[in-house]
T-cell receptor
Framework: AQKITQTQPGMFVQEKEAVTLDCTYD???????LFWYKQPSSGEMIFLIY??????QNATEGRYSLNFQKARKSANLVISASQLGDSAMYFC????????????FGAGTRLTVKP | DTAVSQTPKYLVTQMGNDKSIKCEQN?????MYWYKQDSKKFLKIMFS???????INETVPNRFSPKSPDKAHLNLHINSLELGDSAVYFC????????????FGPGTRLTVL
């Protein structure tokens, strides 16, 4: 069974600083994908970044980077130079190999960026 | 261009009614999903359709029935609505064999009175 854990219900960060949102996972699949989504107060789910379990390098997308530590089964999201518009819920998710459609989500972290 | 669209965005109805939510994607994906997000923001997969075949059916009451007329559409029909069905329902789509994509629709907020 797959499990995603986000241990930070809420996080605060000062504008222009970097912040790390934690995510750990558990799976027996040899190949899997890890995702981060942003959900602003308007409610939509916005895809941010993807990391494949066999990718050699950590994924980066603009100000977002994924700190992937396979041995520790962690996939933390790093947001650099935080902006007020980054205030939102952030969800970590995983999709396994053997059940390609079985995407499981963590409970989410609410990030608040302070001016 | 809208990638994954859902209608309606808001749905308010009485207990016991039957309602449908429609979803369409224009991304050329072959797999579509329905998720439920409860009041605590927890997201849980309900159904998945690949090439019009049901792949996942989590422990969802049989009052919920997904219907996929073609690869680009996956509708959700709910019979005999209950108070506990109040939630936000998200449609999503992806390629079956590619693990790096899954895009969500804007969500439908269902309120059962």
């Amino acid at each position: 069974a797959q499990k995603i854990t986000q241990t930070q219900p809420g996080m605060f960060v000062q504008e222009k600083e970097a912040v790390t949102l934690d995510c750990t996972y558990d799976t027996s699949d040899p190949s899997y994908g890890l995702f981060w989504y942003k959900q602003p107060s308007s409610g939509e789910m916005i895809f941010l970044i993807y990391q494949g379990s066999y990718d050699q390098q950590n994924a980066t997308e603009g100000r977002y980077s994924l700190n992937f530590q396979k041995a520790r089964k962690s996939a933390n999201l790093v947001i650099s130079a935080s902006q007020l518009g980054d205030s939102a819920m952030y969800f970590c998710a995983m999709r396994g190999q053997y059940n390609n459609n079985d995407m499981r989500f963590g409970a989410g972290t609410r990030l608040t960026v302070k001016p | 261009d809208t990638a994954v669209s859902q209608t309606p965005k808001y749905l308010v109805t009485q207990m016991g009614n039957d309602k449908s939510i429609k979803c369409e994607q224009n991304l050329g994906h072959d797999t579509m999903y329905w998720y439920k997000q409860d009041s605590k923001k927890f997201l849980k997969i309900m159904f998945s359709y690949n090439n019009k075949e049901l792949i996942i059916n989590e422990t969802v009451p049989n009052r919920f029935s997904p219907k996929s007329p073609d690869k680009a559409h996956l509708n959700l029909h709910i019979n005999s609505l209950e108070l506990g069905d109040s939630a936000v329902y998200f449609c999503a789509s992806s390629h079956f064999y590619r693990k790096d994509t899954q895009y969500f629709g804007p969500g439908t907020r269902l309120t059962v009175l």
